[in-house]
């Protein structure tokens, strides 16, 4: 199955597993396993805003950095910039933070609520140039429906 089917698919599935949900842990977690399992990729978890720094929330995957500083890395550049970013060769980003030395692309799709942003999605993988523009589309839209659960 091509990765755009692959999404279109998730997408309901999202909206099914959160709809209704007032639980932003299990609406995290769950979110995190569905895409991480759905597009088999090697890292996939959220970083939340708090004391204006972003921590670690629910994931799949190895171990991870527990903070990141605004600004700092793709997560902090991508909160900072209030834009997904999509890095198709870590090691060519200037500041990244290798939580793990196995992670080779990524991307960071920031999640707003009341036009603030409140968290990251952060996705791992370990080959270069893994995420496009599908990927930034989609998983916009896959945030867009989470942010409206979360309380």
């Known amino acids: 199955m091509k990765k755009k089917e692959k999404y279109e698919q998730?997408?309901?599935?999202?909206?099914?597993?959160?709809?209704g949900v007032n639980n932003n842990t299990g609406a995290l977690a769950n979110a995190a396993a569905l895409i991480h399992e759905t597009m088999?990729?090697?890292?996939?978890?959220?970083?939340l805003v708090k004391d204006n720094v972003l921590h670690l929330g629910p994931f799949q995957g190895p171990v991870a950095c527990y903070t990141i500083p605004?600004?700092?890395?793709?997560?902090?550049?991508?909160?900072?910039e209030s834009k997904t970013l999509v890095v198709k060769d870590v090691?060519?980003?200037?500041?990244?933070?290798?939580?793990?030395?196995?992670?080779?692309?990524?991307?960071?799709?920031?999640?707003?609520?009341a036009d603030k942003i409140i968290g990251v999605l952060?996705?791992?993988?370990?080959?270069?140039g893994t995420f496009d523009e599908t990927d930034s589309d989609y998983l916009e839209k896959?945030?867009?429906?989470?942010?409206?659960?979360?309380?």
Not at 10 to 19: C, E, I, N, V, W
Not at 70 to 80: I, L, M, R
């Open 70 to 80: 605004y600004g700092k890395g793709v997560c902090g550049a991508a909160w900072k």
């Open 91 to 113: 090691e060519e980003f200037p500041g990244h933070i290798a939580c793990s030395s196995l992670s080779r692309s990524e991307i960071v799709v920031p999640i707003f609520k």
């Open 10 to 19: 998730m997408l309901p599935q999202l909206k099914a597993l959160t709809d």
């Open 40 to 47: 088999g990729f090697f890292w996939t978890g959220f970083y």
């Open 122 to 128: 952060d996705i791992d993988s370990t080959e270069t």
């Open 142 to 151: 896959a945030m867009d429906i989470l942010s409206r659960n979360l309380v």
